[in-house]
């Protein structure tokens, strides 16, 4: 996997064929840094017209790809609305348009009880993304293992349509259907995307399905963080602030 200055010098090197590249990147320990809650996360002042600058760069083949809802993520990005892929890929705003997959009666029902379950446990946070729900335990530590047993129950309760998903400090109940690779299958489909070269960029194990398309299509797979557990990204940059001094050179 390459380094910190392997990785930035050869992102560098995007724009002198702008129009062979499409760039998909995470938010949450991507482009911002983690928090110790969600309502925390800190977005630098110039980060939006940055990316708003890339995108014009690269003709608007540039999208986010995150775990949040699609109207979070606009909401820290304003007046910007990119590309964007909400819920690991259940909410698509591209060229053609936004779906959205709306919550059923049951699973508003499950989600107040989890949160009302949550209760019981101080420090641990409940974030309704809508057609998801995310139990963070970053401030409590220490029910970790009850959580993981209590979140696999609402998993069963949920049924076949939601699946529980783990990342850094969270277990989250999504969609089944959608992943971040499929939301870049779904990009490709359509301008300014279609037949480009994927750069992905993400810190997490939700985005190791988008590393893999970005191989397979001959692109670019970023993991950000430090090194830990095994990644199929080929890659690396060591820290959000990283991936952003590369968004500031590349918009400059």
């Known amino acids: 996997m390459q380094d910190d200055a392997a990785t930035q010098e050869m992102l560098s090197m995007v724009l002198e064929e702008p129009d062979r590249w499409a760039m998909f990147l995470d938010i949450d320990g991507?482009?911002?840094?983690l928090a110790p809650t969600p309502d925390a996360i800190?977005?630098?002042?110039?980060?939006?017209?940055?990316?708003?600058?890339?995108s014009n760069k690269l003709g608007g083949a540039l999208a986010l790809v995150t775990g949040r809802s699609l109207a979070y993520a606009d909401a820290l990005f304003k007046p910007f609305a990119f590309p964007t892929a909400g819920l690991h890929g259940a909410e698509i705003r591209s060229a053609t348009g936004m779906h959205t997959l709306e919550a059923t009666p049951e699973f508003?029902?499950?989600?107040?009880?989890?949160?009302?379950e949550a209760e019981h446990y101080p420090g641990v946070l409940?974030?309704?993304?809508g057609a998801a729900v995310a139990a963070h335990y970053r401030l409590a530590p220490e029910y970790e293992k009850v959580l993981e047993e209590r979140?696999?129950?609402y998993a069963e309760l949920a049924g076949p349509n939601w699946a529980l998903q783990l990342g850094k400090m969270v277990f989250e109940l999504r969609p089944a259907r959608s992943s971040k690779g499929d939301a870049l299958e779904r990009f490709f489909q359509s301008d300014p995307f279609k037949n480009r070269c994927p750069i992905t960029i993400g810190d997490d194990l939700t985005d190791e399905s988008m590393f893999a398309i970005a191989n397979a299509r001959g692109g670019v797979s970023v993991r950000v963080g430090a090194i830990g557990a095994p990644s199929c990204a080929t890659s690396r940059l060591s820290s959000a602030a990283l991936v952003r001094n590369v968004i500031a050179a590349l918009a400059a």
Do not use: W
Not at 30 to 33: A, P, R
Not at 126 to 129: H, M, N, V, Y
């Open 30 to 33: 991507t482009l911002l840094n």
């Open 42 to 54: 800190e977005v630098p002042e110039a980060l939006p017209e940055q990316l708003h600058r890339l």
């Open 108 to 116: 508003q029902a499950l989600k107040h009880a989890l949160t009302a």
């Open 126 to 129: 409940i974030e309704d993304k």
């Open 151 to 153: 979140m696999h129950h």
